[in-house]
């Protein structure tokens, strides 16, 4: 079969970066005279864009990939591919549990797969392809023109510098290498003439962010962004909190672009399980990083990251996870259990935590929540907010979702003519994880 007359079907597992990926690549694809599908059905080849995070993030990826071979050894045709963090993580190796796969694509590879298809269908080839990890991420594929977005994700960085010693990504997706500063001002740019109106800058740690070549810093690129016609919101995730200084607090003071809400993974609220963690700050030092934040941006959206159950946490370290929650009262957090990750320190711990144990410490840091953020979302009602319109909310008919500047969602009766415009809704209704009302005539 011809190999432009592919029916390329994507499903993306994990963070925002994954799925920016996969938009990325599905622009590259059709670029590359490939045909992308929405229903698997349909599809001669299916890729697979995975995450390794959590155990569970990889076993459900594993499942598919399972199944979609399984239809492989029918339709001998099909093609099936492994992009993304798991392959990154565990590259060919893959072929042991899966070995009919076609690719095995690690994340910095992302602008080689449609080339990689082109060799496997005009070769052939009845054997994998495991691409290798390039020296330098090619960046410019992210300059590669989208769908028109009203919020683009738009990433800063690859990979991560840290060493955290729970965490998988360094080894998925490589050292930190960042993005020239140049090439993101003129995707922003581009995607402004697009509609775009707002953009989430990415990074595994944002705020570490530099160019040493053109000698810009975080701040120096959310000053540059502020300065772009057309965009009227800014946001970045996810910043670590020992890369935050004074110049960066004071940006929510004056860049007025830069939306008051700030996720900011905390991860544990225990001295003892951070420094276990290697994560290079403390209970004391978020407090005050909070503090400050909130003295330039009182009502400022605070959501984090935190896990229970990380190796030896005893109930004294969760008292202090806790603790936090309750001075901070973050109106968002996903809360996540551990889960150990081959090859990352953590996971040589000898001392684990029982599942019923991080169970429980999940549930009580949940009801904290609920009651956190039905209290902040409550402060909505009654007041009218500007929501930038993003699409067609999944339940109800005629019914819109867009975002106040603290990020929260908002839900309304309205027109499809309105996605991608700024427009006021007045706001009946709180929940825990959204708000709704009607627009303002
Ligand atoms: N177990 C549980 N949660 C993890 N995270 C990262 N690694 C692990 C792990 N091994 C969580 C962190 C991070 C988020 C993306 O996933 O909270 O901020
Ligand atoms: Fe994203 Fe991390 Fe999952 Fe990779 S492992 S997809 S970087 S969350």
Not at 85 to 99: I, N
Not at 339 to 366: D, G, W, Y
Request: proline fraction near 5%; include cysteine.
């Amino acid at each position: 079969m011809a190999p432009f007359s592919q029916k390329i079907w994507i499903k993306t597992y994990g963070c925002q970066m994954n799925s920016r990926d996969s938009d990325t690549l599905k622009a590259l694809l059709i670029q590359a005279r490939y045909l992308i599908v929405e229903n698997e059905k349909e599809a001669n080849i299916a890729l697979l864009n995975t995450c390794s995070v959590r155990d569970l993030a990889e076993l459900k990826a594993l499942g598919k990939a399972g199944r979609l071979l399984k239809r492989k050894g029918k339709e001998p045709n099909f093609r099936v591919g492994i992009l993304g963090c798991m392959a990154g993580r565990r590259g060919a190796e893959l072929l042991k549990v899966l070995p009919n796969l076609d690719w095995i694509v690690p994340p910095q590879a992302l602008s080689r797969v449609p080339s990689l298809i082109y060799e496997t269908l005009t070769q052939n080839k009845q054997t994998a392809t495991v691409a290798d990890v390039p020296q330098a991420f090619d960046f410019t594929c992210y300059e590669q023109k989208l769908s028109p977005k009203p919020v683009l994700f738009v990433p800063v960085q690859q990979g991560c510098g840290m060493n955290c010693s729970y965490c998988i990504v360094p080894k998925t997706r490589g050292h930190q290498q960042n993005r020239p500063f140049a090439s993101i001002v003129a995707e922003i740019r581009q995607a402004t003439q697009q509609g775009t109106c707002e953009v989430i800058l990415l990074g595994q740690i944002v705020n570490a962010y530099i160019d040493k070549d053109a000698k810009k810093n975080f701040v120096d690129l959310l000053e540059a962004v502020q300065e772009i016609d057309g965009i009227e919101r800014i946001r970045f995730m996810s910043p670590h909190p020992s890369f935050f200084n004074d110049a960066l607090v004071a940006c929510f003071e004056h860049l007025h672009k830069l939306c008051p809400a700030l996720h900011l993974p905390i991860q544990s609220g225990s001295n003892r399980i951070l420094k276990l963690m290697r994560r290079g700050y403390t209970h004391e030092s978020v407090l005050k990083l909070i503090k400050a934040l909130r003295a330039v941006e009182p009502k400022i959206s605070i959501s984090t990251d935190l896990i229970v159950g990380y190796p030896s946490e005893t109930e004294e370290d969760f008292e202090q996870t806790v603790s936090l929650f309750e001075e901070i009262g973050f109106d968002m957090a996903y809360i996540f259990k551990y889960s150990p990750r081959p090859t990352t320190e953590a996971a040589s711990a000898e001392e684990i935590i029982p599942e019923a144990v991080k169970e429980e410490r999940n549930q009580r840091l949940l009801s904290l929540l609920n009651a956190s953020s039905i209290a902040y979302n409550e402060t909505f009602v009654g007041t009218k907010q500007e929501v930038l319109i993003e699409g067609l909310a999944p339940h109800g008919e005629n019914k819109l979702f867009g975002r106040n500047r603290y990020n929260k969602k908002v839900i309304f009766n309205g027109s499809s003519a309105l996605i991608g415009s700024f427009k006021e809704v007045f706001i009946e209704k709180a929940t825990s994880s959204a708000l709704e009302g009607r627009l303002v005539d």
